[in-house]
């Protein structure tokens, strides 16, 4: 009698370590399913690094104008100025004894078109601005052999106004002007300090500011 209630015991015992094992693992099924879904579902820590990142992504590099040589190479670069201020450069193309030019000013201003002008709407490098071609501004310089055009824009940079003036001589060819026009497209700016703007853009070889 006493070896049948001890038999009845250890099954008895048994069972509830085979209950205990399988709620265990059970708990350990439902906690392992829970990290998985919050992996990937759509609070994932992943997409949340992510978006912490892209948001303290830096701003425009500081670049500068290309140099004085007439064999500046291609590439990125780019301007940073204040309100007031304008820095320029020009690509020169000698053709037998004679040569040609395209110029491009940059500045900071509220008013691009101080000479006047009726600009038209127009939509550059992404920005939403004004045109004027074609503008006689005599603050707009340019040292080809007379007879230049220049072109005007009134370019948005946040809060603050970006002027471009892109000038040819009769020589240009229209690829030329086109390559030029090109710049201008490729212009990406941003606020800088208290009143400026920083820009970068690409250059096709010969640019310089010489």
Do not use: K
Not at 41 to 48: F, I, N
Not at 143 to 164: E, H, K, M
């Amino acid at each position: 009698m006493w070896l049948v209630a001890t038999i009845v015991a250890l099954a008895a015992c048994a069972t509830q370590t085979t209950d205990d094992t399988s709620q265990a693992g059970s708990s350990r099924a439902a906690a392992s399913t829970t990290v998985v879904e919050d992996s990937v579902g759509p609070t994932s820590v992943t997409e949340s690094v992510a978006s912490t990142v892209g948001s303290a992504a830096p701003g425009l590099r500081q670049l500068g104008l290309p140099g004085m040589s007439l064999d500046e190479p291609a590439g990125e670069y780019g301007w940073t100025s204040g309100s007031g201020e304008r820095g320029g450069m020009h690509r020169v193309v000698v053709d037998g004894s004679e040569s040609r030019q395209t110029q491009l000013v940059f500045g900071v201003s509220a008013n691009c078109f101080h000479a006047g002008g009726n600009p038209v709407p127009v939509t550059v490098a992404g920005l939403d601005g004004l045109y004027v071609e074609p503008y006689e501004g005599s603050s707009v310089t340019f040292s080809g052999r007379g007879g230049g055009t220049t072109g005007a824009y009134a370019l948005p940079i946040g809060d603050r106004t970006l002027c471009v003036y892109l000038t040819w001589d009769p020589a240009t060819t229209p690829e030329e002007l086109r390559a030029a026009r090109e710049v201008v497209e490729s212009i990406r700016g941003e606020p800088h300090g208290e009143d400026g703007i920083r820009i970068n853009f690409y250059l096709e070889a010969g640019w310089d500011t010489g």
